[in-house]
């Protein structure tokens, strides 16, 4: 089984930046798992937001969130990182962090996906 665990969110203003982590753990997990976060609005459908391939090389990303929005990885401690930089109230939600084993499937398809964190929830307001 493999567990994920987001955590760094919070209230922030118009223009401030954040640093999200997912942690992964279990027995079974190992470094072949693309990863991806997604995020939730109130009242909206879980969306895509950005996606790492399992060497770290390519990435995916949502056109709302390119060029502010940064994900990369660390294989050896096992974590992924969303950097999430000049913030718009419209980036307010639960921000879930997701496993898919050697990448099958669509990276922006939630249904692609083997395993979910919890969420961590990040509120942009004045």
Not at 1 to 28: F, H, I, K, W, Y
Not at 35 to 47: D, H, I, L, S, Y
Not at 91 to 109: E, F, K, P, Q
Request: net charge positive.
């Amino acid at each position: 089984q493999v567990q994920l665990v987001e955590s760094g969110g919070g209230l922030v203003r118009p223009g401030d930046s954040r640093r999200l982590t997912c942690a992964a753990n279990g027995r079974t997990f190992d470094t072949y798992y693309d990863m991806a976060w997604f995020r939730q609005a109130p009242g909206k459908e879980r969306e895509f937001v950005a996606a790492i391939g399992y060497t770290g090389g390519t990435t995916w990303f949502h056109d709302s969130v390119k060029g502010r929005f940064i994900i990369s990885r660390d294989n050896a401690e096992k974590t992924v990182i969303l950097q999430v930089n000049s913030l718009k109230p419209e980036d307010t939600a639960v921000y879930y962090c997701a496993a898919n084993h050697l990448g099958r499937g669509s990276r922006r398809d939630e249904t692609s996906y083997d395993y979910w964190g919890r969420g961590t929830q990040v509120t942009v307001s004045s």
